[in-house]
Every structure is written in C-alpha cells, then in structure tokens.
C-alpha cells in the first residue's frame, strides 16, 4: 500500500462543540474527554447490531503529541456533520482495522455504504438536537420507524414508549403524537399510520 493511493472508503464527522452527559444531561462538556470541540475522526460503521448507536472513531487525541491518533468507542450523538472520505493513509487504515476485544473492525465495504450510513446519521444527528437527552431520542425515533413499519402489534413497545422521559421530547406536539401512538398500541392495534406521523415530526430539526 502506498502514500496516495485510494485505500478505502469511510464516514468522517466532527465532535460537537458542547456534549451532554449523565441520566438528565445536565452534565455539559467541551468536546469530549479524548477529543476537542471540533475535532474531526474516522467513523466505522455499526460493529455490533446496535445501528451504531456507539461508535468507534479515530482521531487525534487532545493530549497526546501532535499528530498522536487514538481510537476510541463514544456514542453518535456526541458528533456532527457526517460525510464521505476516502482513506489513503496506509496508517489510518492499519489502526481503522485494529482488533478491539479480539474482534475484527468492520470497514464500509462501498462508498454507497459510506454515503448511505452517512446519510442516515445525519438524518439522526437532526432529529437528535435540542433536547438534553440525545441518545434516548434516537432510541425512540428508531423505535417509532419500526412501528411505522409492523404488520403485527409488538406487545413490548407501548412500554418503551410509556417510559419516555423529560428531556427527550422538545414540546407538546411532540408529546401529543406519541400519546396517539401509545393509545392505539394499547388498544391492540398497530398504530402504523400514528408512529410514521410521530416519526416525521420527531425527524425535523429544533
């Protein structure tokens, strides 16, 4: 492998400049511990079926020398600006491939697969903002597209989204709707046409 050469294909994307922490998300940072406001890292895709709800990333470490990369798992909602890049450092490719816990890393197999998962964080990063609990919002909007999508009634999910917490939804609108989906989940139905509308609504940028 050499200098120059198209290696392969990955997302990129930036820190936020101020990332929410702990069970309310009222613990507000600068950037993250490993990595300053702003900082741009490699993103592999999803290594674990969670859709990529944590991710590992590389880039340069705010403590180390200059230039020192490290890897590191943090969750998505920590960043922003999700695009395509290829890699053409031979370097930044052997340390994307490191095992972590004995497990081979999973690198984009296309750049469609690059733009299409870069597509859909970004749709998720929107969806995700202005509220203090980011990450638990993307797990209801996900939530939300698989009702939206159900031909059967999932018994479990009228208790997900019963258990949705302050600092996830941003108004009563928001609220409104998935009390409509709740009401026909509850009531035995599949609330597919409630959930895609919630869906949409929840979508939308703050």
């Known amino acids: 492998?050499?200098?120059?050469?198209?290696?392969?294909?990955?997302?990129?994307?930036?820190?936020?400049?101020?990332t929410t922490h702990g069970e309310g998300g009222e613990d507000v940072q600068r950037g993250l511990k490993h990595f300053a406001p702003g900082?741009?890292?490699?993103?592999?895709?999803?290594?674990?079926?969670?859709?990529g709800e944590s991710v590992v990333v590389l880039g340069r470490h705010r403590g180390r020398g200059r230039g020192r990369l490290a890897r590191l798992v943090v969750g998505r909602h920590h960043l922003e600006d999700f695009r395509v890049r290829g890699?053409?450092?031979p370097a930044v490719l052997r340390d994307l491939r490191l095992p972590l816990d004995d497990r081979a890393m999973r690198l984009c197999e296309s750049e469609d697969e690059a733009r299409?998962?870069?597509?859909?964080?970004?749709?998720?990063?929107a969806a995700q903002s202005g509220v203090r609990r980011p990450q638990a919002r993307?797990?209801?909007?996900?939530?939300?597209a698989l009702l939206a999508e159900a031909r059967s009634n999932l018994p479990w999910a009228a208790a997900e989204l019963a258990g949705v917490a302050d600092g996830?939804?941003?108004?009563?609108?928001?609220?409104?709707?998935?009390?409509?989906?709740?009401?026909?989940?509850t009531t035995g139905g599949t609330a597919v046409t409630a959930a895609a509308e919630a869906k949409a609504l929840l979508e939308k940028p703050a």
């Open 138 to 144: 993307g797990r209801l909007v996900e939530l939300l």
């Open 87 to 89: 890699v053409y450092s």
């Open 39 to 51: 900082a741009k890292v490699w993103v592999l895709p999803p290594q674990w079926g969670d859709g």
């Open 1 to 18: 492998m050499n200098e120059g050469e198209l290696l392969a294909w990955c997302v990129v994307a930036n820190v936020l400049a101020e």
């Open 168 to 185: 996830v939804l941003r108004d009563e609108r928001e609220a409104a709707a998935v009390e409509r989906v709740l009401a026909q989940l």
């Open 116 to 125: 299409r998962t870069a597509e859909w964080w970004n749709r998720m990063r």
